[in-house]
């Protein structure tokens, strides 16, 4: 007796959004994702910070000593080139806005306040998200993909301390003096303009210079690039531990690391911008 075989029965695919609606909704989630990351990233280095705090850290001074100076003298040359820069351009620009009101003798104040206060921090971390985020990155990312992290991992050692806290102190040491270096140069640059240009004397731009320097525009210029030089840090260490693990996943964790270091930083700039001038500093 032969049973009839029922009709195949289609089963409908399931209604799907418009493409545009998927794409976004996968970029959201994509987002959402890398935000817990970080802040999990970051909450593993406060961590790590209250451990060396308390002398329970696993870091090891030479690996300190070896970022510091990685990352400072090797750093001054094209900090110096870009402060000298910026502190010319800064000159011309400034005297000939002030030149229009007859006030051309405060281009001394303008050049000193924005190269101390501004413009010696943010340039320096934007060259130094280029040269040393970028650089924390690819290393981190290529000891991944070379499967030493798990190695250390296997071993018992703490990848934060060992790797992320030395880095991140490197910078918050080195910045104060990277940025007096840069700060120094710009405002040393801007005395060519304002003499060779404007008419005043060397000895007039100097004063005006130290007249214009106050402790108010000292630590903030000193706080906001320790602050940037920290974010790029930050940056840099959290592309290379969430990098993939091949070749093209290392430049890929550069690139990142470079371009959200620069985010961070630019965000930093003007959240602090806004919140000390509505203090009063």
């Not at 000593?65 to 040359?77: I, K």
């Not at 290379?240 to 070749?247: D, I, K, M, Y």
């Amino acid at each position: 007796m032969t049973i009839p075989l029922p009709d195949t029965v289609e089963i409908a695919p399931p209604e799907r959004g418009p493409a545009w609606l998927l794409r976004f909704g996968h970029w959201v989630h994509g987002r959402v994702q890398e935000g817990l990351q970080t802040a999990s990233f970051i909450g593993e280095v406060l961590l790590a910070t209250l451990r060396l705090l308390r002398g329970k850290s696993g870091m090891r001074a030479i690996d300190l000593w070896r970022q510091v100076d990685q990352t400072g003298p090797m750093s001054l040359a094209i900090v110096c080139l870009t402060s000298f820069l910026v502190g010319l351009m800064l000159a011309y620009m400034g005297g000939s806005q002030l030149g229009r009101m007859g006030a051309q003798t405060y281009i001394a104040d303008v050049v000193t306040v924005g190269m101390v206060r501004e413009l010696a921090g943010l340039m320096t971390g934007m060259i130094l998200a280029g040269r040393v985020g970028a650089s924390y990155a690819a290393q981190i990312a290529t000891m991944k993909a070379g499967e030493e992290i798990d190695a250390l991992r296997v071993l018992g050692v703490n990848i934060i301390d060992h790797l992320v806290i030395p880095r991140l102190l490197a910078l918050v040491i080195v910045a104060p003096l990277i940025l007096a270096y840069a700060a120094t140069v710009g405002v040393l640059a801007g005395l060519i303009p304002a003499a060779l240009v404007y008419g005043a004397t060397p000895l007039e731009y100097l004063i005006r210079c130290v007249d214009a320097l106050t402790w108010d525009h000292l630590w903030i210029g000193v706080f906001k690039g320790t602050l940037y030089c920290a974010l790029l840090s930050l940056a840099g260490c959290r592309e290379g531990l969430h990098a993939g693990r091949n070749a093209q996943a290392v430049g890929e964790a550069a690139t990142a690391g470079v371009v959200k270091g620069l985010v961070w930083i630019i965000m930093a700039a003007t959240g602090t911008t806004i919140v000390l001038q509505s203090l009063g500093f």
